[in-house]
T-cell receptor, first 111, second 114 residues
Framework: RKEVEQDPGPFNVPEGATVAFNCTYSNSASQSFFWYRQDCRKEPKLLMSVYSSGNEDGRFTAQLNRASQYISLLIRDSKLSDSATYLC????????????FGRGTSLIVHP | DVKVTQSSRYLVKRTGEKVFLECVQDMDHENMFWYRQDPGLGLRLIYFSYDVKMKEKGDIPEGYSVSREKKERFSLILESASTNQTSMYLCATQPGAYSNQPQHFGDGTRLSIL
């Protein structure tokens, strides 16, 4: 099993839709979790950290499920500008806190 | 805001050349990383450094070396460039050794080896 797994997609949704991605991780000792956004041919940029109690930033909601070892990202009222690849990142003491990246989930929002 | 600057956005080199990619950060972060990113393979860690003059191999160090003589600068060296090293190279920084903090990335260097 890969350390961090994501469905590559693409998720193809209309503007205004709600879309959710999951990311599973294999190491139960993992301690910190993040979602990054990467536009085509650009660098990854931090979208949001994921906290145990779940957290929200505008249209974006991140949640952590430690029992099932996954994190999720929910995007409400999708915009065309949300089209990007979303990368899941996990830090674990088992890897000396070196971030482990998923391969990303592609989102395409169409008019 | 963290500023991570990579020396070149685009670079074209020839097979066998020695290639230097530079990364400079302005936030006094202890940790610095070099990744390459290829379609379908995601981000792969080449080398990282927790401190000046310290370096650790990542998942794919073969064909690469690094140098960290100053805290703010981390260089990636392709000793003898080969065509399979054509890729997008990304530098990242992170505050604190053994840190739970997120990374910050530079703009990336698109390197083509002919």
């Amino acid at each position: 099993r890969k350390e961090v797994e994501q469905d590559p997609g693409p998720f193809n949704v209309p503007e205004g839709a709600t879309v959710a991605f999951n990311c599973t991780y294999s190491n139960s000792a993992s301690q910190s979790f993040f979602w990054y956004r990467q536009d085509c041919r650009k660098e990854p940029k931090l979208l949001m950290s994921v906290y145990s109690s779940g957290n929200e930033d505008g249209r974006f909601t991140a949640q952590l499920n430690r029992a099932s070892q996954y994190i999720s990202l929910l995007i409400r009222d999708s915009k065309l500008s949300d089209s990007a690849t979303y990368l899941c990142v996990v830090n674990s003491p088992a890897r000396s806190y070196i971030p482990t990246f998923g391969r990303g989930t592609s989102l395409i929002v169409h008019p | 805001d963290v500023k991570v600057t990579q020396s070149s956005r685009y670079l074209v080199k020839r097979t066998g050349e020695k290639v230097f990619l530079e990364c400079v950060q302005d936030m006094d972060h202890e940790n610095m990383f070099w990744y390459r990113q290829d379609p379908g393979l995601g981000l792969r860690l080449i080398y990282f450094s927790y401190d000046v003059k310290m370096k650790e191999k990542g998942d794919i160090p073969e064909g690469y070396s690094v140098s960290r003589e100053k805290k703010e600068r981390f260089s990636l060296i392709l000793e003898s460039a080969s065509t399979n090293q054509t890729s997008m190279y990304l530098c990242a920084t992170q505050p604190g050794a053994y840190s739970n903090q997120p990374q910050h990335f530079g703009d990336g260097t698109r390197l083509s080896i002919l």
